[in-house]
């Protein structure tokens, strides 16, 4: 989990947004919390249950409320807004703060930002964004691709072939996310995301080759910044005497963050094609999410053939 928080420079870069005090460094103010507060009461002079602790973005409403109000009140309420530890206030639809809002939180040390854009949008977009900023966030070993839309994250022990499946992958059409190291944020309870750490973006390592920089070698069609994560293959050694699932009947999931995954254990024996395999299993999951389980599909056909043959004994 970011435990440092997000800081207000980010945000400014990621969101395109005017900077009212300068004088403020934005990169030491952090912002914890995704979550949004609109100072409409705040403004009327009620304080309680006022979440300090959340971005205040002020539209409309607030701002033509603050101008039917005497110059004393109006600075008396910047004021009592202000003294609170806000991590930064931002005014919508091109609004301009007033002067005496900006002197008192450049006093303060807030810092005070602006957007062209209308409240609702921006506000839904900023929380999207603070969201995947302040995301819960492990890293582990894998690969991650995107095949045919679907995130296909490919685990397994050092040296099995996961890169190499990824490179036959690329070849073949599909988009590399990340080689090697993959960060996943959990995003909200059903969405888990994926992406590449800045080092290593772009680069996968082949045994025997050594570095290839995909987006300069295949193109920047062949690499992709983040992907949330649909499937999981999990790759390991052929075992003579271990049962492997053949029909696949039943789902089995791996866990990250306490979000469930669909896994699959995929033995390695020589001449299988793992780029096809992978292919196809992400072909068959997207399809299990449209509705059709060729699996369930066999058994059903199974049954009724069964069904069929005994009324055919009993006639």
């Known amino acids: 989990m970011n435990r440092g928080g997000v800081s207000v420079s980010k945000i400014v870069e990621l969101m395109d947004l005017k900077v009212f005090t300068d004088e403020i460094d934005l990169k030491k103010r952090k912002i914890h919390s995704a979550d949004i507060n609109r100072p409409a009461l705040q403004l009327a002079g009620f304080f309680d249950h006022f979440e300090s602790s959340r971005v205040q973005v002020v539209g409309n409403v607030e701002y033509f409320y603050t101008q039917q109000l005497s110059e004393d009140v109006k600075i008396e309420r910047f004021r009592e807004l202000l003294s609170y530890d806000i991590p930064c206030i931002i005014f919508s639809r091109s609004l301009v703060p007033y002067s005496s809002f900006i002197q008192i939180a450049q006093e303060r040390g807030i810092p005070v930002l602006g957007t062209d854009r209308s409240t609702s949008e921006f506000t839904a977009e900023l929380i999207y964004e603070l969201g995947e900023q302040l995301a819960p966030c492990i890293t582990i070993h894998g690969v991650l691709v995107d095949v ?17 499946a990824a490179l036959e992958l690329i070849r073949r059409g599909h988009r590399l996310v990340s080689d090697d190291v993959v960060e996943i944020s959990k995003i909200n309870e059903h969405t888990l995301i994926g992406t590449a750490p800045d080092i290593t973006r772009h680069f996968i390592e082949i045994r025997g080759i050594g570095i290839v920089d995909v987006k300069t070698l295949y193109g920047v069609e062949c690499v992709k910044e983040k992907q949330q994560i649909d499937l999981v293959i999990k790759l390991c050694d052929w075992e003579k005497d271990a049962e492997y699932d053949r029909m696949g009947l039943e789902d089995e999931y791996i866990e990250y963050l306490g979000n469930k995954v669909v896994c699959h254990s995929l033995p390695i024996r020589p001449g299988r094609n793992l780029a096809v395999i992978c292919e196809a299993a992400a072909v068959n999951h997207r399809q299990k999410k449209m509705g059709y389980n060729a699996a369930k599909e066999l058994y059903r056909r199974v049954q009724e053939n069964i069904t069929k043959g005994r009324n055919d004994e009993e006639e």
């Open 148 to 164: 045919y839309g679907e995130g296909l994250l490919i685990t397994g022990e050092s040296g099995i072939g996961k890169s190499e």
